[in-house]
């Protein structure tokens, strides 16, 4: 059990890491469906790192001006931790301003979302980064709702058609998309994450003191 400075340590090194380091590391150590697919790109924030916090839902009328079961989701949500979200919602949002706020004075970090937000502007504003399919101003109340938190769920998958997340697997999100980390092997990918992030800085070192490609990819092997 990791204990909660040790989850936050981790947490600040993954930061500095790029996700494609990270599904490198992931393809050498035999787990190369962990990427998630291009839809899910950062629409209020370029990187984020955090332990998967999930909730589900699915597309359903109903009668009345809120969702019980979203509100029980997300006040459960605790420090360093991003909200993942699946449900198949076609048009609306899952996710907007005031559930951000809500789950960051709890200490969010993050959300992923395989559906809609809004509020971008103004999430964008308060630095809280949210990656998802698409945005929308229509909302999910009477349309779709939650029916479940911190139970597996599955996203689209970059090279599969779906990837599942467990509640506490590790998400790390940047520019080119989001990966998925399983949890008993944070530890060792965030390792060899970071080793080839100090490689690639003296890659580049060498090629601004002038150094062939050629030359580097030799020296130092291909990153």
């Known amino acids: 059990m990791r204990t909660d400075e040790q989850k936050a340590s981790i947490r600040e090194r993954f930061l500095a890491v790029d996700a494609a380091n990270v599904a490198d590391v992931l393809d050498e150590m035999g787990h190369p469906d962990q990427g998630l697919a291009p839809t899910v790109q950062g629409i209020t924030g ?4 955090g332990w998967a916090y999930t909730i589900q839902g699915q597309m359903a009328p109903y009668e009345g001006t809120g969702d019980p ?8 949500i605790g420090p360093g931790e991003i909200s993942v979200w699946s449900g198949g919602g076609v048009g609306v949002c899952y996710f907007g301003e005031l559930i951000a706020l809500g789950m960051r004075e709890r200490g969010s970090v993050g959300a992923v979302v395989d559906g809609g937000l809004r ?3 103004v999430l964008t504003e308060h630095e809280f980064p949210v990656f998802g399919t698409y945005t929308t101003a229509v909302q999910s109340i009477g349309r779709w709702k ?13 090279t599969t058609s779906r990837v599942v997340v467990h509640p ?3 998400v790390v999100g940047d520019e080119d998309g989001v990966v998925v980390i399983p949890d008993e092997i944070v530890e060792t990918v965030l390792d060899r994450s970071e080793a080839i992030t100090r490689t690639e800085i003296e890659v580049r070192a060498a090629l601004a003191d002038g150094m062939s490609l050629a030359e580097a990819l030799k020296t130092f092997g291909h990153v």
């Open 146 to 158: 939650v029916t479940g938190h911190q139970a597996p769920v599955y996203l689209p998958g970059a």
């Open 46 to 49: 370029s990187r984020l790192a």
């Open 69 to 76: 079961e979203k509100m029980t989701a997300c006040h459960g």
């Open 168 to 170: 506490g697997d590790f």
């Open 119 to 121: 509020d971008s502007r």
